[in-house]
Each structure stands twice: as C-alpha cells, then as structure tokens.
C-alpha cells in the first residue's frame, strides 16, 4: 500500500509540475507577444522587471487641442453654445504671467536729520534701501514656439518673468521687447507645440458685438467674463502715448493685465490692459488694445527689436464746432493741420497749414488722434494717398511717409515788457526780436503776445492763454497790437480765426460771433 500511495503520490506530483510548467510558460509566451506588439509595462512588472523602465523623464505630450465639448444640457440655445465654444478655443492660450523686480525705497528725511542720527546712533542706514516685489498679469500664446503677448506695465523691469500654462506647467520667461508708447510687451518661454489664440481684425468688430475677457483677475487663473464692445478708438485715457483702445463691458480686473479679449469665433480682438474705476475694481469701463495694433507691434519687435513709427512732419489739432464753421466744413471730423515742419513728408506733398485732413487712403478720418495713430501704424517709405480740405475744395496729395524721430519741444513762457490793451479780454504787447529772444522763441516769429486774459472773457472761453503769440486774424497776418484792433474792428463782432504760436508750435483758435 505504501508503495502503492508512493507511486499515487509521484503521478500527482508529476502531473502539478507539468501544469505548472505549462501556466508559467504560456505566461511568459503572453507576456513576450505582448512585448512585441508595444505594449508598457504594468506597474506589477515593473517591480519584477526593474531594467526595463525608462532610465531618463519623459516629458509631458504636447498639449491637444481642446477636445470636444461635453453634452450640453437639453434646450442650450445657440448663443450659449458659441460663447462655450469660443472659451472653450481660447482658454488654453492664455496665461499667467508673473514678475518680481528690485524696487528702490526712499528713505524718510528724517533719518537724514543730524539729530535723529545722534540720537540712534551709527546703525542707521546710509543709502536708500531696496526690496523685492511681484506682481501677477496674464499673457496670450500667439505661436506655437513660445511667443506670448503681454502689457509693458506688466513686465517692465522687472527681474524675473515666469509663465504659468492652463495646464500648470510653468516656464522662465525672457524679454524679448517692449513699446511703452501702447504698452506692449512680447516675451518667450522655451516650450514647442503649444496652444495659439488666432489673430481677429479688430478693424472690422462692432459696437454692441459680444466679447469674452479671458486672464487671471486677483489671481484667479483662466477666468472667463462676457460682455459687449461698449465703444472704439478711445483715446486720452491717459495709459499709454499711443491709444486706441476697445472698450468694453466684460469684467476686467487686477490681474487682467495682458489677458485676451475674444471674440464669438474664438479669435484675438484685443489685449486688456486698463480699467476706468473709482473703486479699484470693475466698474464695468474696460480697455483693450486692438489687435491689429498688438500685432503690428510684436512684428516690429520681432523684425527690428523696436517699433518704428511712421511720421508726415506736421503739428495737428482737432476740428471743432466752430472751427469747422470758420473753414466751411459740414462737420468736425478730420484732422486741422496747424503747422508744416520745412522739408518734411507733408511739405514736400504740399500740404500747408489750414488744410484738414478728411480721409486717407479713401477711409474717413474721425479726428486728430485717429489720423496720428493711422500715419504712426504706417511703414516709413510708405506712399499714402489724402484728402484734404482747402478754401472750400477737396484736394488730393500723395504723401511718402517719414519715420519718426523722438524731438523735444521746446518751451516758452510770459517775459517783461511794455504791455498794452488788447480785444476779447486780452492784455497784450507786440513780440520783438528782443523780446522772442529772452523768451526763447524763434528770433522771426512775428505777432502779439499775450500776457493777460481776463476771467470769463471771449478769449479765455476759447482757450487763449498767457504766452501765446497771435499771428494772423481772419487768415490775415497781425505783426503788433495796431495789426489785432483794426483785424478786430473788421470782424464786426462775427466769428473770428485766430492762428496762434503756442511753445513753438501753431494752433487754430475759432472765436464764435458774440
């Protein structure tokens, strides 16, 4: 029996090791073929097989674009849907941006004082000290490679930029160049593959269309708000040199700083830079950058490292009411060009002071600060065709833009002298070569200058102040105060067309009938 339960035992035995050889074998051969197709190892052979796991990180994929948008509740209208869509294109593109720089902080006079330094003896500080701040702003991806829009309030000086993605990867960031005259920056962190904002043309967006403002306000990453395009080409806001900015209704707050301004496609049609608020917070008057302005900003920044700007070489002022009366003009719209710099673009087009500028390059011209920022936009070298008005006829003149060089106004103020009584509230005295040279003004300007102007008088209503020089009345030369009473007396009380020199530069001064 026992050698009868020894063999029993020996064919149980042989039979479990051949299954047992045959599972690990068929295993192993799953396991290989499962190799050979590409298939990872599972966490259970990595811990077995501890040579096969990668030796170096890979790097996260590249980002995808956004993928499609999850079922939307029963009755979504189609509004709805276009906003979702349009956040959906644009969220991944923007970005935090934020900064540290060195600040220099002003010592208290106080610790200047002889006494106080006595008193607490040699440990006070010497020189102003320094201290780190930082700030967050937002960003918008424009290239796969890495180039990222901001403001320049954002950036400017500071020492340090880093970019945070809306997939939490952050990057260092560097400078690539500002334009504090719009207050655009370009930066660029070392990235490939990344998600864009398409350009839009916000020459052709409406008032009234629908926008999203899209950043990180208090720090809130990848906040969307919706609103609408309160206005356009808002200038002298008082943000940057050159503006022309969207405004808009989308809640924009600190933080906002350089994030995008959507459209309903999903396309970039501004870059938020400013708000209008008496608290510090949205007030619901947004300003953005246009996009075509942004755009043509970083192109200069990428091409040349600094924006050159166009220039025609004339002083301009806006058309009033009344001014457009005094030249005969239906209404106020266009550009009054007050003086011509010898020499320049303009002169050699032959356009002249008095002439107001109505279109260029057939579009209409609404006013002075919209002609300057088209001529500034414009190329050097390049040939624009204008409109202008002239003695009651519309003319055209070609003119080759210049590029624009900086210049430094010079300034002049009241001097002694003799004075004498002057019309329209005025006190005045004739400007002598001697006279213009202690006041530092061209040794030929001719004229009378002001010295006085009475409270509540014609000339102070239409903004003639002390130190401007009266040249001409009513498109007649005046050279002394005889010259401005007979011009007066001929008027009769009617309108009156001054041209005046004001810190070098001339203006138009419309007077209205008494």
Not at 83 to 101: E, G, L, T, W, Y
Not at 318 to 328: E, K, N, Q, V, Y
């Amino acid at each position: 029996m026992k050698t009868n339960h020894s063999f029993e035992g020996s064919a149980r035995s042989t039979v479990l090791g051949f299954l047992v050889v045959l599972i690990i074998g068929l295993g192993l051969g799953l396991y290989l073929g499962q190799r050979s197709k590409g298939f990872k190892l599972s966490d259970l052979e990595k811990r077995f097989f501890p040579s096969e796991q990668p030796t170096e990180q890979v790097p996260p994929p590249p980002p995808q674009a956004p993928a499609p948008l999850p079922p939307l509740p029963q009755g979504t209208g189609e509004y709805e849907k276009a906003v979702i869509a349009a956040a959906a294109r644009a969220m991944p593109a923007v970005v935090n941006v934020s900064f540290q720089r060195t600040v220099q902080v002003p010592m208290s006079p106080f610790l200047m004082d002889p006494f106080f330094r006595r008193f607490f003896g040699p440990g006070m500080p010497e020189n102003p000290q320094k201290r780190r701040e930082g700030g967050i702003g937002s960003g918008v991806i424009v290239s796969p490679d890495g180039y990222i829009l901001t403001n320049n309030h954002v950036v400017t000086g500071a020492d340090k930029v880093k970019v945070l993605l809306a997939d939490q990867r952050q990057f260092d960031a560097r400078i690539i160049g500002t334009d504090p005259k719009t207050d655009v920056a370009l930066i660029k962190i070392e990235a490939a593959d990344l998600p864009t904002l398409p350009f839009g043309d916000s020459d052709r967006i409406e008032i009234g269309q629908s926008v999203l403002a899209i950043g990180n306000p208090l720090g809130l990453n990848q906040t969307v708000t919706l609103g609408i395009i309160s206005a356009k080409g808002r200038a002298r806001v008082g943000i940057a040199d050159y503006e022309d900015f969207i405004q808009t209704d989308a809640a924009i707050n600190p933080g906002n700083s350089g994030g995008a301004l959507v459209d309903l496609r999903g396309e970039l049609v501004g870059i938020n830079t400013a708000i209008a608020s008496r608290s510090g917070g949205n007030e619901g008057v947004g300003f953005a950058i246009p996009s075509n302005m942004a755009k043509m900003v970083m192109e200069a920044l990428l091409q040349q490292g600094k924006v050159v700007r166009g220039f025609l070489g004339v002083s301009l002022q806006d058309l009033t009411p009344a001014l457009a009366r005094s030249f005969g003009l239906p209404d106020a719209r266009g550009a009054l060009v007050a003086d011509v710099v010898p020499g320049d673009p303009a002169d050699q087009a032959g356009i002249k002071a008095g002439d107001v500028i109505v279109e260029m390059d057939g579009k209409p011209l609404e006013d002075m600060m919209h002609f300057r920022n088209q001529i500034a936009m414009t190329a050097p070298g390049t040939k624009v065709n204008l409109k202008i008005f002239r003695q009651g006829e519309h003319q055209d003149k070609t003119v080759t833009v210049g590029e624009m060089k900086e210049k430094e106004a010079a300034g002049a103020g009241p001097g002694p002298g003799s004075e004498s009584e002057a019309p329209l509230g005025l006190r005045g005295q004739t400007l002598t070569p001697d006279l213009a040279q202690q006041l530092n003004l061209d040794p030929e300007l001719r004229g009378v200058l002001i010295t006085s102007v009475q409270p509540g008088s014609r000339g102070e209503e239409a903004g003639l102040a002390e130190g401007d020089v009266i040249q001409s009345v009513n498109h007649k030369p005046v050279e002394n105060v005889s010259d401005l009473r007979q011009a007066y007396a001929e008027a009769k009380g009617g309108p009156i067309l001054l041209v005046i020199n004001r810190q070098g530069n001339n203006l138009f001064v419309a007077i209205p009938q008494e």
